[in-house]
């Protein structure tokens, strides 16, 4: 149980284009989605918290408008990267929790922005 | 602020030794305490959890909580090659906006 499905797994991209990515929890109820950021060899970085039907809340530096969250279900939420730029290239990961369960990780998507 | 800390390691061990991984925090008001194994190039992936004070056995896992002391423990039994990862404790503390805190993370080399 507990399965986190995020999508596309990698995904290429052009400077200025913009990219979603998907998450879905496919065997429970997400009330709380966290999307984070990790660079190669560093750690994860918490970019914003996202409950269902509300607006997401946006880590200290994070730019809401350029990351767009929307979690409009209890079982999908989205990350847009608008405008990308290379130095966007990162790995994406997204996690889905039940309420205070433990958190359950997608298998991230890894961005190239050329 | 609050904080968890973990040794960055590498910690390395042989095979079939018990890696023992510590992870303390600083709000007591912690409730909820986690390990995950991330590999290289992988997310995370949820190990043990443990919510009350002692041991928690899962396998060749044990995880270790002492509230007093604000440490939690991991212990991996018989270690791997495949046991070979960077393990990060997380702690969750409701009042903190559902967040987790997460630690740096530990890096462990088991040798063949």
């Known amino acids: 149980g507990a399965v986190v499905s995020q999508h596309p797994s990698w995904v290429i991209c052009k400077s200025g284009t913009s990219v979603k990515i998907e998450c879905r929890s496919l065997d429970f109820q997400a009330t709380t989605m966290f999307w984070y950021r990790q660079f190669p060899k560093q750690s994860l970085m918490l970019m914003a918290t996202s409950n269902e039907g509300s607006k997401a809340t946006y880590e200290q530096g994070v730019e809401k408008d350029k990351f767009l969250i929307n979690h409009a279900s209890l079982t999908l939420s989205t990350l847009t990267v608008t405008s990308a730029h290379p130095e966007d290239s990162s790995f994406y990961i997204c996690?889905?929790?039940?309420?205070?369960?433990?958190?359950?990780f997608g298998n991230g998507t890894r961005l190239t922005v050329t | 602020q609050k904080e968890v800390e973990q040794n960055s390691g590498p910690l390395s061990v042989p095979e079939g030794a018990i890696a023992s991984l510590n992870c303390t925090y600083s709000d007591r008001g912690s409730q909820s305490f986690f390990w995950y194994r991330q590999y290289s190039g992988k997310s995370p992936e949820l190990i043990m959890f443990?919510?009350s004070n002692g041991d928690k056995e899962d396998g060749r896992f044990t995880a270790q909580l002492n509230k007093a002391s604000q440490y939690v423990s991991l212990l991996i039994r018989d270690s791997q090659p495949s046991d070979s990862a960077t393990y990060l404790c997380a702690v969750y503390n409701a009042g903190n906006n559902r967040k987790l805190i997460w630690g740096l993370g530990t890096s462990l080399a088991v040798n063949p």
């Open positions: 443990i919510y």
């Open positions: 996690s889905a929790r039940s309420g205070a369960a433990p958190l359950h």
